[in-house]
């Protein structure tokens, strides 16, 4: 069930009516159900997944938090993180591995292969096993307590708004919040119902639009060269932006609604003025889920020193496997060590360019300084772009060197010129970017919320009417849900 | 949830209904797509049971009715297989109007999943179309969603509609029509285009697929035409329209032509009404200037064609000639 289907409008009020309907000790029962319907939509059969997951984690916790010597609290932990990686390894990258090692196999004539089997990835696996790892982890830290309550646990991992494609929620703020639930809210239904439609505007209005220009650019690689494919790739980064974070606007407006806070997932990541300040602002639940459980876990200290190459390594093995984890591809491999690359280098020459700010007299206008910042991190960002978005490998590289061939540029800006679809992408893209920048300076949410009921109504109405003419309707997948 | 939250909340919401409502009937109203095939209806419904050549399909089918005497078009814009299925069930079953032969139109993006899953136009369509047995069909319930946007909201996602009905508006109260055909195709010559490899090779990416060379569903409902035409003894005769040199080549590099259409023929030739097939497809190669884009004739070329069709019809009455002029 997408959230911009016809289908959720009609599943998301009537949980939302039976969930204030019911009392408080039985809210968690209705969710929990809710949240396995949902899961349903996609296939039946996998919701046996979850609540393996579920199980296995719930009575894992529980042992984490008794008193035990700590060679067996490890073991316990040990067991959760491999059957957890263990059942994304074998419905994800199974045949990822398969292949590749074909290719090795047959490169050196072995005449012999390894299988390759036809499965379904189960959509949401990705996000839901980090979040129910999350949790023996934080346990184990003695960061968060074991729940014994199983049907909450549950809802934990399967909540249904940030299911399927996050926010990846920490237990330390998802499980209190299930343990109490909130009483209905008018202000909490307003607020979710705007973030909600405006998550809606950016999936259907702007990401839906962008996709089809990238889509024929990027399907295509042999018949397309350069500004096409320089605008595809920039246009991708928006699409992308537009996709997920219109998915989580819907996720955590549908959940606000109902009293829960989920997290902010994406906080204006195209202003960063570094490749660390963008991670930071992007996929906010996933960096900071790598952060915690894999770069801080590995080792880079040493009698109480940081060994900074050792550091740096550590962070270009996190974006590594943070790019495997996007997709079982070389691709996605390859966008993780761009950038896993680049924010090394960009520690480890930050006092280098400050020295060349300083020589430059650049560090004497900010602005300067943050917008070559900007424009920097976003060259890189869209680069790296070029695998993410690329079907293969091989295809990621003749769309790279397609795009110096500027022998067609006559001829592609007047097809482009025609594409009325790609100018309105466009449009509503810039109208996005002014419209964030306005929300930030401004607050105009709470701007318009002051304004009298008639200037309120017509721009809500407007705004509705607006998505539902200019969007296109036919239902998009959001591009995270492969993942 | 004090009173006046809900009296508000309760106030916004009949609000949207009702602007949704009036958003609706406008779009019905004044939508061109509307305007021209409820007019085609209107105009069908004007024939007694005397039709010879009922032509259907999409905008491809340019039967010029001023020359093909006794014939009706009614094919109307982006029509898929499907639905052309349904509207000839309206005629045949429920107005049982029955004419001679059926045109139909057979070309390969006729046959391709992007003409299946076009629903433009769903608000003209829903009073056609049967969409649980669509869906059935199709193995696919979001199929039923679309019954709901065309009676609710038809206007939704449509702003390219919405944006031709006021371009076009003054163009509709001068509207010519004659037996459903629509001379309008006259003012571009696909012969001065810049690139027309270019042109051709976008076209034929938007509207066939490498993937699926003939569309399930549609297979599903291109047999029920014929076993329609049979049960009702309507003949049919299938026309693959002339298209430029530079889409059919790119055609041919998605789809596998002669396995797709020794595929319909295998159908085709289950059924004793079924004439035999005209292909056309290229038969101005040589005359780009006979074109609008790289797939639609323009109003000369659509004159030349009907002519020769018209000939061919004819010919197919003579049981000497269609030996050689239908394979």
């Known amino acids: 069930m997408l959230f911009n289907s016809l289908e959720y409008l009609i599943f998301l009020p009537v949980v939302v009516i039976l969930y204030f309907s019911i009392p408080d000790k039985w809210k968690w029962v209705l969710l929990l159900l809710a949240s396995y319907i949902f899961y349903m939509f996609w296939k039946v059969e996998y919701v046996a997944l979850i ?9 894992i916790g529980i ?15 040990a067991l959760s993180i491999i059957v957890n990686l263990g059942m994304l390894a074998g419905f994800k990258y199974l045949n990822f591995f398969s292949e590749s090692l074909n290719g090795v196999l047959d490169f050196f004539n072995a005449g012999i292969s390894t299988p390759v089997f036809n499965i379904l990835l189960p959509v949401g696996i990705s996000f839901y096993i980090f979040q129910s790892l999350s949790y023996t982890i934080d346990v184990y830290r003695g960061i968060a307590p074991a729940e014994k309550h199983l049907g909450k646990f549950a809802l934990y991992v399967s909540f249904f708004p940030q299911l399927v494609a996050g926010p990846i929620e920490r237990s330390t703020s998802l499980i209190p919040q299930i343990a109490k639930p909130r009483a209905f809210d008018e202000q909490r239904l307003v607020s979710g119902l705007k973030l909600m439609i405006w998550g809606l505007f950016k999936k259907m209005v702007i990401a839906d639009r962008l996709s089809m220009f990238v889509d024929y650019v990027y399907n295509n690689p042999q018949q397309n060269a350069g500004v096409p494919i320089i605008l595809a790739t920039i246009l991708f980064a928006f699409q992308l932006y537009c996709d997920f974070s219109g998915y989580t606007d819907i996720a955590r407006g549908s959940a606000r609604i109902m009293g829960y806070d989920l997290m902010i997932n994406f906080n204006r990541p195209f202003i960063a003025k570094s490749l660390r300040d963008f991670w930071n602002r992007w996929h906010i639940s996933l960096t900071t889920w790598f952060r915690d459980y894999l770069l801080y876990s590995l080792p880079y200290i040493k009698n109480n020193k940081i060994i900074y190459p050792l550091f740096h390594l550590n962070l270009f093995i996190t974006y590594l496997i943070m790019g495997l984890w996007h997709g079982a591809s070389w691709t996605f491999v390859l ?20 020295r060349f700010y300083t020589f430059t007299h650049i560090s004497r206008y900010e602005s300067l300084k943050n917008l070559i910042g900007t424009l920097a991190t976003f060259s890189i960002i869209v680069f790296s772009l070029y695998f993410f978005r690329a079907n293969s490998l091989s295809d990621s590289f003749v769309l790279i060197r397609n795009t110096f061939d500027f022998s067609t540029m006559r001829e592609a800006f007047y097809f ?22 306005l929300h930030a300076k401004y607050n105009l949410v709470s701007n318009l919320a002051s304004k009298p009921i008639f200037i309120r109504w017509s721009v809500y109405l407007g705004f509705i009417f607006f998505v539902i003419l200019f969007g296109v309707l036919h239902a998009q997948k959001f591009i995270y849900f492969q993942f | 949830m004090s009173k006046q939250f809900a009296r508000r909340f309760i106030l916004f919401i009949s609000m949207l209904i009702i602007i949704n409502l009036l958003l609706d009937q406008a779009f019905k109203a004044f939508s061109v797509h509307n305007i021209l095939n409820n007019k085609l209806d209107e105009q069908y419904a004007e024939y007694d049971d005397t039709l010879k050549y009922l032509a259907i399909g999409n905008s491809h089918n340019c039967v010029n009715t001023y020359i093909l005497e006794n014939s009706f078009n009614y094919g109307s814009p982006s029509e ?20 001679e032969y059926v045109i139909l139109q057979s070309d390969i993006s006729s046959f391709g999943p992007m003409s299946a899953d076009r629903y433009e136009y769903n608000s003209y369509w829903i009073k056609y179309i049967n969409f649980l047995e669509l869906a059935k069909i199709k193995k696919d319930r979001k199929v039923l969603t679309k019954w709901i946007e065309g009676n609710f909201f038809s206007y939704a996602g449509n702003y390219k509609d919405v944006q031709l009905s006021i371009v076009y508006r003054a163009k509709m109260k001068d509207l010519e029509m004659y037996h459903g055909y629509r001379p309008h195709r006259d003012y571009k010559n696909f012969a001065k285009h810049a690139n027309r490899q270019r042109a051709a090779w976008n076209k034929a990416r938007r509207i066939l697929s490498k993937d699926v060379y003939f569309d399930d569903a549609t297979r599903v409902y291109f047999e029920k035409i014929m076993k329609l035409c ?10 693959r329209y002339p298209m430029t040199k530079e889409f059919s080549d790119e055609e041919r590099k998605i789809v596998p032509a002669e396995k797709l259409f020794g595929e319909v023929e295998e159908i085709a030739t289950r059924y004793s009404v079924y004439q035999g097939t005209f292909d056309y497809h290229d038969l101005y190669f040589n005359h780009p200037e006979l074109f609008f884009d790289p797939d639609h004739l323009n109003v000369k070329g659509s004159d030349l064609l009907t002519e020769r069709l018209a000939k061919d019809l004819k010919d197919l009455e003579d049981p000497e000639i269609k030996v050689l002029l239908v394979p």
């Open chain 1, 416 to 437: 482009m010129r025609q594409d009325n679809e790609l100018i309105f992408g466009i449009l509503m893209v810039i109208g996005l970017l002014v419209a964030e920048h």
């Open chain 2, 80 to 99: 898929s297989l499907i639905q052309s299925y349904y509207k000839l069930k309206h005629i045949l079953v429920e107005k049982n109007k029955r004419p």
């Open chain 1, 63 to 77: 042992k984490l938090a008794q008193k035990m010597p700590k060679k067996r609290k490890k073991a316990y932990l």
């Open chain 1, 335 to 354: 966008f993780g060590a761009i950038n896993g690359l680049m924010v090394a280098l960009e520690i480890m020459t930050q006092n280098l360019r400050n």
């Open chain 2, 230 to 239: 049979q049960a009702h003894d309507v003949k049919i005769v299938m026309v």
């Open chain 1, 51 to 59: 609540m393996f997951t579920t199980l296995v984690d719930y009575f």
